[in-house]
Each structure stands twice: as C-alpha cells, then as structure tokens.
C-alpha cells in the first residue's frame, strides 16, 4: 500500500462545476496535510493546508480532513479552464521524520 | 506567501561534468530544506533532506556521493550533481520548511531543468 494514494485521474469537470479530489494516507500518526497545484513543467505551489478534522476554505477551494478514515479531499468550486493541472496531495508525518510524503498527483482538466 | 527561490531555472551540461543548484528562502529562515526529483509524468521524488550544519539524509537509492548537498546557512542550500550524466536529465525542485509560526507548511523552489549532453 503507497503511503499516500490518489486517483491519477485525469478527472474530467465542465468549466463552472465542483471538481471533487480525493486522498487517502495510510499513517495514522500524520499531524499536517497539504494540496498543491503543478502545472505542467512547473513546481507545486500551495493551495491549502489542513491540520484538523473538518472543512477549511479559501476562495473556491475547500479542504476536508477526516483523520478518523484517513482522507483528506479538496473541492474546487466554479471551476475555470486555468485550474487545468495535477494536483498532488502531500501529508507530514512526524513517523517518517517530518518529511512530507506525495501522493501521485490527480490531473484535472477543465473543459470550456 | 513565504517565497523560495531556486537557481538556476534551467542548465545544460556535457556529461562527465558536475552542476550546482541553490536554493535560498527569501523571507524566512529554513532550518530544514528538501531536494526532490521529478522526471516527466511522474510525481515527486524526494531525495534527501538537508539540515543547517548537519549532514544531509539520503534517501534509500540515492548515491550520496553524486548528489552532494551542503546547507550552509538557514537560507542556503546546494546540490551538486556531479560527473553527471544523461540520465540524470530531469527537473530538480527543492523546497523550504518554514518554522512553527506557519504551520511548518513547506514551500517549493521555482524548480531546475537540468539536461545532460
């Protein structure tokens, strides 16, 4: 089992739809989740992070946490053209020395 | 949000030769910086870990020895690939954790392309 698992996608969402991305993680022990955004030829950049159970929002990204079943998921609201790209869910865990482990990233295409 | 600055963006070299790559975080310090890996429609590839004035941690399979890295203030950190060659063509990324202040969030250099000729 990967430690971090996400569908590699690619998830197809209609310009203007909620794109739904999931994550699960198989350390219980993990204090911090994140979601990044990479563009093709580009490095992550930050979306969101989340450290306790629930819902967390910024702008049209609402990140969910649920330790309990061990999945972390991200919702994009209004979704438009240029959020096309992978997002990669990344979880630190205090167990694997702070390091911050990726999932396979899920690619997302919006289409007009 | 916090900014880390990696350099240089790009760099081709002939095999046999070695290239440095730098990673400074501008507006805060790291005492902990990571080198990741990524070849083309794969996902990241962490490579070792980098503390100020320790050691780096290498991760399982990566020759430490190729993959020199020195993290010699709390917002420098370098890796030189040395005698490289053309496999070891890919994009570099390292990245910043800053302190307890932000959440520890780790935050990404702009990324390296290095090819090998």
Redesign the interface.
Known sequence: QKEVEQNSGPLSVPEGAIASLNCTYSDRGSQ?F?W?RQYS??????IM?I?SNGDKEDGRFTAQLNKASQYVSLLIRDSQPSDSATY?C?V?SRAA?????????TRVLVKP | ?AVVS?HPSWVICKSGTSVKIECRSLDFQAT?M?WYRQFPKQ??M?MA?SNEGSKA?YEQGVEKDKFLINHASLTLSTLTVTSAHPEDSS?Y?C?A?AGSYS?????????SWLTVV
């Not at chain 1, 030829?41 to 930050?46: D, F, I, R």
Request: aromatic content about 18%; proline content about 2%; overall charge positive.
């Open positions: 911090s994140f990044y030829g580009k490095s992550p950049e930050l992070s450290y990669l990344a630190n020395g702070n390091k911050l482990t990726f999932g396979g990233g | 949000g990696q902990t990571f996902s990241l962490l870990t941690t994009f990324i990245s954790r959440g520890n969030t780790i935050y990404f250099g702009e990324g």
